[in-house]
C-alpha cells in the first residue's frame, strides 16, 4: 500500500488542494533505487498500460497511441521517448516542461522558475531542474531533444497561438 511522507494543502480560489511531497507508490516500491518524480510516474504508468495492451488481442500492438492534455501532455511526451511500442504521441498544451521550450520563452509564458516553485508543480520533476531557472542557457538539453526521441515514430503538438501560458512558440 503506497505511503504517504508528508501532505501540505493550500487555499487557492476557494479550493483546497493536496500536495504529496515523498509519496512512494506502486512506481517507487518496484524500482527503489531510481530516481522518481511525479511526471515520471505518470509516464511510467502509461507505460505499464501499454504492457496490458498489448496482452489483448483485439488491440493492434503496432497501433498504439498516447494523449494527453497540459500535465498528462507533459507525462504522455516523456511516454513516448521512453517507450518504443508506442507509434503515436499526442501531447496537447503540454506546455513548460512538455512540448514548450524551456531557452526559448517569450513573455508571458510559464516559465522554468513558475512551474518549479515548491507551492506549485515542484513535485512534478527532480529537484536539481529548478537549479536552472533564471540560467536555462546552461541546461544540458532542452524539450526538443525529448520530442526527437519519439522519431520517427508520430509525434503531434497542440497548443493555441493565443495560449501564451503554453508557449505555444
Known amino acids: 500500500e503506497p505511503k504517504r511522507a508528508g501532505v501540505e494543502s493550500r ?3 476557494g479550493w483546497e488542494r493536496a500536495i504529496r511531497r515523498d509519496t512512494v507508490g506502486v512506481a517507487q516500491t518496484a524500482y527503489p ?18 504492457d496490458y495492451l498489448q496482452t489483448r488481442t483485439e488491440i493492434d500492438p503496432e497501433r498504439i497511441g498516447v494523449v494527453g492534455h497540459s500535465r498528462g501532455g507533459k507525462a504522455v511526451l516523456l511516454a513516448g521517448a521512453l517507450d518504443e511500442r508506442i507509434s503515436l504521441v499526442a501531447a496537447n498544451g503540454s506546455g513548460a516542461g512538455g512540448a514548450g521550450s524551456f ?31 533564471g540560467q536555462e542557457q546552461r541546461l544540458p538539453f532542452d524539450q526538443h531533444f525529448l520530442k526527437a ?15 501564451r501560458w503554453a508557449n505555444p512558440i
Not at 531510481?34 to 505499464?48: F, I, N, S
Not at 517569450?106 to 518549479?116: A, K, N, Y
Open 11 to 13: 487555499r487557492r480560489g
Open 33 to 50: 533505487d531510481y530516481d522518481w518524480a511525479t511526471l515520471a510516474v505518470w509516464a511510467w504508468r502509461a507505460m505499464r498500460t501499454v
Open 103 to 133: 531557452r526559448n520563452q517569450p513573455s508571458g509564458v510559464e516559465t522554468l522558475r513558475l512551474i518549479t516553485e515548491p507551492a506549485r508543480f515542484a513535485y512534478w520533476f527532480h529537484p536539481r531542474l529548478r537549479w536552472f531557472a
Open 149 to 163: 526521441l519519439i522519431a520517427p515514430r508520430a509525434f503531434i503538438a497542440t497548443d493555441a497561438l493565443g495560449d
